[in-house]
């Protein structure tokens, strides 16, 4: 979490030095093993049109942003039914800053470790 936040407040973000570190830690956790994946959407909220979406800014749906206990009572739901692998989505949510990420990764990780 630290070093993800000191490559995102450099005051100009070396791409290829993100990407390649992140690689680098993710084939250490992971290398070639396969996991069930299932997504936690964080928000409904969007600015992009994209047409196979249902959260696209002109799409008349009902939006909804998850606050801090709805993402633990969601996470606590998807670890009782056995996943361990959560993808956060967030949509393109002008509302979600990279704090909100951090935060949110820190509730799930809290959470992982009570359930």
Known sequence: ME?????????????KKFIGKFTSIKCDLFN???????????????YEDCKYCNFRVNNNVLRKRLNDNQLIKETELLIKKGFRVIELVYSSDPEIKITS?????????????ES
């Open 32 to 46: 070639i093993k396969i996991f069930p994946l299932v997504p936690l959407y964080i928000t409904s909220y969007c």
């Open 3 to 15: 070093l993800l936040n000191n490559l995102i407040n450099e005051k100009s973000i070396n791409y």
């Open 101 to 113: 990420v951090c935060n949110h990764i820190k509730i799930l990780k809290k959470t992982a470790i």
